[in-house]
């Protein structure tokens, strides 16, 4: 509201008041005592006027919100719309976080690199590189609102980053979805007893043996009806294709309604994992061997000098990388519909902490079982630990299956890998469906229940191919080439471009406008990481990657050389974007390249 008078030749008053875009205006006789009473009552008849206005506004504001149902009428932001609670949020990030990697692949590497000992570099790798990046990201998004191309704005240059962000996402959400349905199968499966994986039934052939590993892993086999190779793609395996649409039935109807419906289902969801490890891990330590299991798993068999392995400190961090879901633009997205003043330090301190921990407990559920298992066969752990999906679907079913009522166990595990699956594929669609309501509001906003639908059916087709006879392979090659390198060089350019193009100070004056004044001994750790711990890090796992680099593989299985190609064609179409939006944010802006980078000045501003 603007109020104003002004005196017109000694004869008259004016008085202007502009509220809400209205113009109101009167003039009268001047004199000292009108200008003194009719300034007191044309202030208070105008101000009352303005309180009216801006009710009819607030209240033509809430009708447009009940007609958005993905925005409430509590929300701080009426355009996109806020978490219903903290709790939802938290629930939703902890999901995102906390996937399937933390199940089947830090236990594995915490035996493989030394078990107790690998702690003390995982710890360490969480400190300067983990929690800084989550801190980072959660922060630029909810500071901006925006998703995480539109969060660029500020550094329009770098918009390209956020566009390899949500390529990402959008390709690693293909394949993750047929992990989600090879869940789904073997869940459905674990209906009935014995396990059709416990013996050498009908559908085994005469590879098939009473061994470790050798009745899940024919079971394994038949479950995907696996070709010799990446050349020989084959038919559509019907039974996983099924599976996987319902998968798909099952994102695109929890996230109908945007994160006002998948912030409902996460209650379920991210809370039930917890409960099915705690139940496996009070099951396992009551059985013969696990002792054995933990011990190899991080007991006794801890070895100190594994910490001298260059090795070990790499799996580290990069473990610590993957599993907190940095630079896929999750982080960002989610925390983009916080309201403003939320503590986001508290919050990202919370799901770090909280995702490490559950990768050690789950070590614990997974190996004291593994334990009875090589107990059982007579074998040392080492013959029977596995990671990724020789872990999920062979080595652990094989596992459970020797356990009295073998099918409650094994539905309880696939149940318990189906909600880890769903809660990271929710916030990697919740990219998707973000990027696209940020960059098109006038069309898409009442329409996020379309645009849910829409991707979650593009995705559905387009994941036919990992479903094929061929596609464990496809699975194993998206996985290796896309979450790998573009991840790391995105994450690199992002505290690249925070930091030294819009500048760390700032930054962290744009974090103290919503979690308030912070001491400078507060600042000084986020400093040092944000400007040379956390780059030197993911430099030093991207070059050591590079280096070490091997063709991908699958078993025995080699690829051929057009399938290493198309993981870098993967690779670069990801990357691509950066140079080639920087450059157009360039060429179109007004300013010079410093100011169309640092200070925003471009054509869409």
Sequence with gaps: MLFFCTVQNNKQVECKLICNGEFNCITLAYSSVTVGVFMKCALTYYVHACVRLSVIQVKDDHEKQQQDSHVGSKDENIDRGNWTNKKEYMLSMIGYAVGLGNVWRFPYLAYKNGGGAFLIPYVIMLAVAGIPLFFLESSFGQFCSQGPVNVWRALPIFQGVGVAMVLVSTLVGIYYNVIIAYSLYYMFASFQSPLPWSDCFYWSNSNCSLTPRGTCFIMYLVALQRSSGLDETGPVVWHLAL???????????????????????????????????????IRGVTLEGARDGIGFYIGSQSNLTKLGEAEVWRDAATQIFYSLSIAWGGVTALSSYNKFHNNVFKDALTVCLTNCGTSVFAGFAIFSILGHMAHVYGKPVSEVAQAGFGLAFIAYPDALSKLPISPLWSILFFFMLLTLGLDSQFAGIEVISTCLQDAFPDTFKSKRSIISVGTCAILF?????????????????????????????????????????????????????????????FWLWWRACWFFITPAVITVILVWSLLTFRPPSYGTVQYPAWGVALGWCMIAFCLIWIPLVAVWKILCAQGNPWQVGVSGRDVDA
Excluded: H
């Design 461 to 521: 087709l387009l994941g036919l191919l990992c479903v094929t006879q061929a596609g464990i392979y496809w699975v194993t090659l998206m996985d290796q080439f896309c979450a790998g390198f573009v991840l790391l060089i995105a994450a690199l350019l992002e505290l690249v471009g925070v930091v030294y193009f819009y500048g760390g100070n700032r930054f962290i004056k744009d974090i103290e406008m919503m979690i308030g004044t912070r001491s400078s001994l």
């Design 243 to 281: 599976c996987l649409l319902l998968g798909w039935l099952l994102i695109a109807a929890a996230l109908y309604r945007g994160i006002k419906s998948s912030g409902k289902v996460v209650y379920f969801t991210a809370t039930f994992p917890y409960v099915v490890l705690l139940i496996l891990l």
